[in-house]
């Protein structure tokens, strides 16, 4: 896992440099489509290792050893050209070169999704809604919200290893990002942030037993490192809006039956996708409700 996403990071790191801050800019129209467009294919790459860890990761399947994909039924090694993102999917009109068993719509969906998710980041940092410094870290994020929600989905697990490494990841990214700007106080805030956001989930805990698990408190401290770096405002509305989607997905499933009222309904997703409101969001909604109560 590591390894991939370091050569990405280094891919985009050359990308940035070439460019230079002042030229990935909104008007900067030439730049900011190439960028997208480099940034997008390569999210999908990276999105279909994303459904390698997303199925062996729970499984207790090592993603280094088979080191090539394999189909789940036949057991038969993918190819090269059949494991193209996307594209190989609906070029095997989704069903297994070999035994011919349906290939589910959730791969390619989750490389576009990874693609798409990479393409908002780097529009993000090109439109200004973050320093560019931060574009390793919130790419880092953005493949592992993927990974998180899905898993916590599937199985209703946000587990230790893969949350605990991307911490420390996280850590050093936002001290990287720190470094770049000369922001220093913001990582200080990230880590009250993180605090702070973990013991308000480990609080809901008590008052609301089987509500929020302690992967969900592990998850809020790598939400709040992320959401404190940016600001307060962007803390606030990440950590608010993750509610608001909480209630909506849980009205869906219990609409569609397919979770009860008494359980089985995963809050991971929720915190990413409002997570992700804060970071792209945030600012704009916190000085939009401001005005509108006349605070600001």
Request: glycine fraction near 12%; hydrophobic fraction near 55%.
């Given at each position: 896992?590591?390894?991939?996403f370091a050569t990405s990071?280094?891919?985009?790191?050359v990308?940035?440099?070439?460019?230079?801050?002042?030229?990935l800019?909104?008007?900067?129209?030439v730049?900011?489509?190439?960028?997208?467009?480099?940034?997008?294919v390569?999210?999908c790459?990276?999105?279909?290792f994303?459904?390698?860890?997303i199925?062996?990761v729970?499984?207790?399947?090592?993603l280094v050893n088979?080191?090539r994909?394999?189909c789940?039924n036949?057991k038969?090694?993918?190819?090269?050209?059949?494991?193209?993102?996307?594209?190989?999917?609906?070029?095997?009109?989704?069903?297994?070169?070999?035994?011919?068993?349906?290939?589910?719509?959730?791969?390619?969906a989750v490389?576009?999704?990874?693609?798409?998710?990479?393409l908002?980041?780097?529009?993000?940092?090109a439109?200004?809604?973050y320093?560019l410094?931060?574009?390793?870290?919130?790419l880092f994020?953005?493949?592992?919200?993927?990974?998180?929600?899905?898993?916590?989905?599937?199985?209703h697990k946000?587990l230790?290893?893969?949350?605990?490494?991307?911490?420390?990841?996280?850590?050093?990214?936002?001290v990287?990002a720190s470094?770049g700007?000369?922001?220093?106080?913001a990582l200080?805030?990230?880590?009250?942030?993180?605090?702070?956001l973990?013991?308000?989930?480990?609080?809901?805990?008590f008052?609301?037993?089987?509500?929020m698990?302690?992967?969900?408190?592990?998850?809020?401290?790598?939400?709040?490192?992320?959401?404190?770096w940016?600001g307060?405002q962007?803390?606030?509305?990440?950590?608010?809006?993750?509610?608001?989607?909480?209630g909506?997905?849980?009205?869906?499933?219990l609409?569609?039956?397919?979770?009860?009222?008494?359980g089985?309904?995963?809050?991971?997703?929720?915190?990413?996708?409002?997570?992700?409101?804060?970071?792209?969001?945030?600012?704009?909604?916190?000085?939009?409700?401001?005005q509108?109560?006349?605070l600001?």
């Amino acid at each position: 896992m590591a390894p991939v996403f370091a050569t990405s990071f280094r891919v985009l790191a050359v990308s940035v440099q070439s460019v230079g801050e002042s030229t990935l800019a909104y008007g900067d129209t030439v730049t900011t489509v190439v960028a997208a467009v480099v940034t997008f294919v390569l999210g999908c790459v990276i999105g279909s290792f994303l459904n390698v860890v997303i199925w062996r990761v729970p499984n207790h399947i090592s993603l280094v050893n088979p080191k090539r994909s394999f189909c789940p039924n036949c057991k038969a090694q993918i190819v090269w050209y059949d494991n193209i993102p996307i594209i190989s999917w609906l070029v095997l009109r989704a069903k297994c070169r070999h035994c011919h068993q349906p290939i589910s719509g959730r791969y390619p969906a989750v490389e576009l999704l990874g693609g798409l998710a990479a393409l908002a980041v780097v529009l993000g940092g090109a439109w200004h809604a973050y320093p560019l410094w931060m574009l390793p870290d919130l790419l880092f994020f953005a493949w592992l919200s993927i990974v998180v929600a899905f898993i916590d989905f599937d199985f209703h697990k946000i587990l230790n290893v893969i949350i605990y490494p991307s911490i420390i990841v996280t850590l050093l990214l936002l001290v990287l990002a720190s470094w770049g700007t000369g922001l220093w106080p913001a990582l200080g805030r990230a880590a009250i942030a993180g605090v702070v956001l973990a013991l308000f989930y480990l609080l809901l805990g008590f008052l609301w037993p089987g509500g929020m698990g302690m992967g969900d408190v592990k998850l809020a401290v790598l939400i709040g490192l992320n959401l404190g770096w940016l600001g307060w405002q962007q803390l606030i509305v990440g950590g608010f809006a993750a509610f608001i989607i909480g209630g909506a997905i849980s009205g869906i499933l219990l609409a569609t039956k397919r979770v009860t009222i008494h359980g089985g309904i995963p809050f991971g997703p929720s915190m990413v996708i409002g997570a992700w409101i804060g970071i792209l969001f945030g600012m704009p909604i916190a000085q939009a409700y401001l005005q509108t109560v006349g605070l600001a």
